[in-house]
């Protein structure tokens, strides 16, 4: 069975230029999470999609990310446009509940670089 | 607010010896608390969960609600533990959305 998949593994874009970064979560897996690590810094929640709905976006930093989930299956995470700060390695995690067992499963990440 | 605190950003230690990752966790609920790995050009895995009590690759962690902590033990460390741990906590109210320590690079010398 893949794993979760990401595109692309490395990205170098200039400030003001537009990203956008896909996952494809694991099949039949509802749950989809955007994380991500800027550097030195902890890995932190960005928000959840359970199916096509936006469960949580707490953690989308400014509206300059956009993240969408359409059809429920793969997600896209824009960011535009781009600035220096969002540099960091972005992660997705999908997971299915199943009783007490609420595993997510990460995927490789995508290196952002902003220059 | 949760938070996860991993005190040690580098452990180093011979391979053979006991490892002890220390991680402490803040929230008023009841979280479910996980270690994650993460080996050289690797994705984040999870290592263990407090909620089945396992030990996975020698390892074990036990949740201790009064001091709030979840400490990762190894007692025989060994070369292919060299990698990269994250203590984190999730609540099923919250979505299982993650917050995670800021994660302790363990490498275990030969």
């Not at chain 1, 979760?4 to 039949?28: A, M, N, W, Y």
Request: hydrophobic residues 30%.
């Amino acid at each position: 069975e893949a794993g979760v998949t990401q595109f692309p593994s490395h990205s170098v874009i200039e400030k003001g230029q537009t990203v956008t970064l896909r996952c494809d979560p694991i099949s039949g897996h509802d749950n989809l999470y955007w994380y991500r690590r800027v550097m030195g810094k902890e890995i932190k929640f960005l928000l959840h999609f359970v199916k096509e709905s936006k469960q949580d976006e707490s953690g989308m930093p400014n509206n300059r990310f956009l993240a969408e989930r359409t059809g429920g299956t793969y997600s896209t995470l824009k960011v535009q446009p781009a600035e220096l700060e969002d540099s960091g390695v972005y992660f997705c995690a999908s997971s299915q509940e199943r009783g007490w067992n609420t595993e997510a499963f990460f995927g490789q990440g995508t290196r952002l670089t902003v220059v | 607010a949760q938070r996860v605190t991993q005190p040690e950003k580098l452990l180093s230690v011979f391979k053979g010896a006991p490892v002890e990752l220390k991680c402490n966790y803040s929230y008023s609920g009841s979280p479910e608390l996980f270690w994650y790995v993460q080996y050289s050009r690797q994705r984040l895995q999870l290592l263990l969960r407090h909620i089945s009590r396992e030990s996975i690759k020698g390892f074990t962690a036990d949740l201790n609600k009064g001091e709030t902590s979840f400490h990762l033990k190894k007692p025989f460390a060994q070369e292919e533990d060299s990698a990269m741990y994250y203590c984190a906590l999730s609540e099923r109210a919250a979505g299982n959305k993650l917050t995670f320590g800021g994660g302790t690079r363990v490498l275990v010398k030969p």
